[in-house]
């Protein structure tokens, strides 16, 4: 890589080493673990629709 700053070649480097799965596989383990926390907490509460959609259906 001519003229690739420091920043880019440490980037490369890490592309490189295979850190960059684990990362994406904790980042991805994060997604999915929040994502059912969240659906959880809405099914918990009466799912009624976005509260913009709530907020539109008032309005009719």
């Keep these: 890589m001519k003229g690739a700053g420091p920043f880019w070649q440490a980037v490369r480097d890490f592309w490189r080493t295979g850190k960059a799965g684990v ?21 918990a509460r009466g799912w009624k629709g976005h509260e913009s959609v709530q907020n539109v259906l008032k309005d009719i």
Excluded: M, R
Aim: net charge negative.
């Design 23 to 43: 990362v994406l596989f904790l980042i991805s383990l994060f997604v999915v673990v929040y994502s059912y926390i969240a659906l959880d907490y809405e099914l």
